[in-house]
C-alpha cells in the first residue's frame, strides 16, 4: 500500500506562471517532508523540505504547504521557469527514529514548463 | 563540495552473474541509505548505514542483496546471481548526523540480460 501518494503524473504550465505540485500520504506518523526535483540520468536533487510542526516553509521561488489533518502537501513554484522541467518528488520520513530515517517516495510527477 | 559519487554509471550483467556497486558519500556524513528505483517508479528504501554499522537492512528484497560500509565511509552494494527483475537505477544517498536531508549521488543502472 502507498504511503506517500503523488496522483498527477504529469503537469504542464506556462512560463511565468505558477506551478503547484500536489502530495497525500496515509501515515500519520511521517513528520519530515521534502521535495526533490529530478533530471534525467541524474540522481534526485533536495528541493526544498517541512517539519510537521510548520505549516509552510519558503525558499525563494519554492514555497511547500503543510496540511497535517488532511495529509497533504503542496509545492508552489513561482514564477516557473523553463529550467524548472523536471520530475518532482515527495518524500516523507519520521524524524527521530533512533535508527533509519528512510524516505518513503512517492511516484513523481512530471512538470513541463513552456516557454 | 564535492557531491556524492557512485559507479559504475551503468552496468550491464548477464543473468546469474554478481554485481558489486560503489558509492562514495559526502566527506563528513555519517549515514548513507541505498535506494533502488524502478522505472517510472519513486526510489524506494533498501538499506541504511551509520557509520560502518548497519542500522537497517529492511527493504533489501532477497538474501541475494548484501552490503557493507567497513570503513564508515564508502559502501558496496553486492547482488548475487543477478536476476531480471533486478534491473533498475540504484541510489546512493548521504546524509550529516541528524539524518535530513539526504544528497543522493547520480545512480547507477542495472540491466540484467
Known amino acids: 500500500d502507498q504511503q506517500v501518494k503523488q496522483n498527477s503524473p504529469s503537469l504542464s504550465v506556462q512560463e511565468g506562471r505558477i506551478s503547484i505540485l500536489n502530495c497525500d500520504y496515509t501515515n500519520s506518523m511521517f513528520d519530515y517532508f521534502l521535495w526533490y526535483k529530478k533530471y534525467p540520468a541524474e540522481g534526485p536533487t533536495f528541493l526544498i523540505s517541512i517539519s510537521s510542526i510548520k505549516d509552510k516553509n519558503e525558499d525563494g521561488r519554492f514555497t511547500v504547504f503543510l496540511n497535517k489533518s488532511a495529509k497533504h502537501l503542496s509545492l508552489h513554484i513561482v514564477p516557473s521557469q523553463p529550467g524548472d522541467s523536471a520530475v518532482y518528488f515527495c518524500?516523507?520520513?519520521?524524524?527521530?527514529?533512533?535508527?533509519?530515517?528512510?524516505?518513503?517516495f512517492g511516484k513523481g510527477t512530471k512538470l513541463t514548463v513552456n516557454p | 563540495g564535492a557531491g556524492v559519487s557512485q559507479s559504475p554509471r551503468y552496468k550491464v550483467a548477464k543473468r546469474g552473474q554478481d554485481v558489486a556497486l560503489r558509492c562514495d558519500p559526502i566527506?563528513?556524513?555519517?549515514?548513507l541509505f541505498w535506494y533502488q528505483q524502478a522505472l517510472g517508479q519513486g526510489p524506494e528504501f533498501l538499506t541504511y548505514?551509520?557509520?560502518?554499522?548497519?542500522?537497517?537492512k529492511s527493504g533489501l528484497p532477497s538474501d541475494r542483496f548484501f552490503a557493507e560500509r567497513p570503513e564508515g565511509s564508502v559502501s558496496t552494494l553486492k547482488i548475487q546471481r543477478t536476476q531480471q527483475e533486478d534491473s533498475a537505477v540504484y541510489l546512493c544517498?548521504?546524509?550529516?548526523?541528524?539524518?535530513?536531508?539526504?544528497?543522493f549521488g547520480p545512480g547507477t543502472r542495472l540491466t540484467v540480460t
Open positions: 566527506s563528513g556524513h555519517v549515514s
Open positions: 518524500a516523507a520520513s519520521r524524524i527521530g527514529q533512533g535508527g533509519s530515517e528512510k524516505l518513503v
Open positions: 544517498a548521504s546524509s550529516s548526523p541528524g539524518g535530513q536531508p539526504q544528497y
Open positions: 548505514f551509520q557509520n560502518e554499522a548497519q542500522l537497517d
